[in-house]
């Protein structure tokens, strides 16, 4: 089966700017998650949707950040305007079920600079 | 809030040697820890996972990782390592976030080496 993709790759703004990051999940995946890792620190959580309701925005950093699921398919995570502070690598995972036990595939992630 | 923590930044290993990529949790209730390993250019790969059970866990690429509870620990192994298993390794426990969902706290990863 076709793993988790997402695009762009690699995405460089200026500061101001906006960004749209997108996130295809796995066929039948009901969960999407999204993560970010800012140079050499830990991968932090940013949000989960189930289908295409939010389960929890917790880890969203600010109202720059809006992510939408719309139809419960693919996931867009837009940055509006992006600042220095944004720049890392975003991935998305998803899993079948939210047991504890399932785990969740990533995908390669989406490196963003901010400049 | 449970956390983990990878005390080495980088690990370097000859080939044909064994590898040990350490890990230690914090978490309140049980833990379900978790290992990744993300290849240059690649996304995060799982490799194993300890729910419960066995404290000693296979997983894929010849890893297995040990559940220490009393030293709430979870290492990384492999007998002998190869060339290919150069990576970035991540460790996660997942946790019930109050919102209700599974998410994963990692830790800030190691930098495996091995040399030929």
């Known amino acids: 089966e076709a793993g988790v993709t997402q695009f762009p790759s690699h995405s460089v703004i200026e500061k101001g700017q906006t960004v749209t990051l997108r996130c295809d999940p796995i066929?039948?995946?009901?969960?999407l998650y999204w993560y970010r890792r800012v140079m050499g620190k830990e991968i932090k959580f940013l949000l989960h949707?189930?289908?295409?309701?939010?389960?929890?925005e917790s880890g969203m950093p600010n109202n720059r950040f809006l992510a939408e699921r719309t139809g419960g398919t693919y996931s867009t995570l837009k940055v509006q305007p992006a600042e220095l502070e944004d720049s890392g690598v975003y991935f998305c995972?998803?899993?079948?079920?939210?047991?504890?036990?399932?785990?969740?595939?990533f995908g390669p992630g989406t490196r963003l600079t901010v400049t | 809030a449970q956390s983990v923590a990878q005390p080495e930044d980088q690990v370097n290993v000859a080939e044909g040697n064994p590898l040990t990529v350490k890990c230690t949790y914090s978490?309140?209730?049980?833990?379900?820890l978790f290992w990744y390993v993300q290849y240059p250019n690649r996304g995060l790969q799982f490799l194993l996972k300890?729910?419960?059970?066995?404290?000693l866990v296979k997983g894929s690429y010849g890893f297995e990782a040990e559940f220490n509870k009393s030293q709430t620990s979870f290492h990384l192994k492999k007998p002998s390592a190869l060339v290919s298993d150069s990576a970035l390794y991540f460790c996660?426990?997942?946790?019930?976030?109050?919102?209700?969902?599974?998410?994963?706290?990692f830790g800030k990863g190691t930098k495996l080496s091995v040399i030929p």
């Open positions: 995972a998803s899993s079948y079920s939210t047991g504890i036990s399932y785990e969740q595939y």
């Open positions: 996660a426990v997942r946790d019930l976030s109050e919102a209700g969902s599974y998410q994963l706290t």
């Open positions: 978490v309140s209730g049980n833990p379900y």
């Open positions: 300890y729910i419960t059970g066995d404290n």
């Open positions: 949707f189930v289908k295409e309701s939010k389960q929890d």
């Open positions: 066929s039948g995946h009901d969960n």
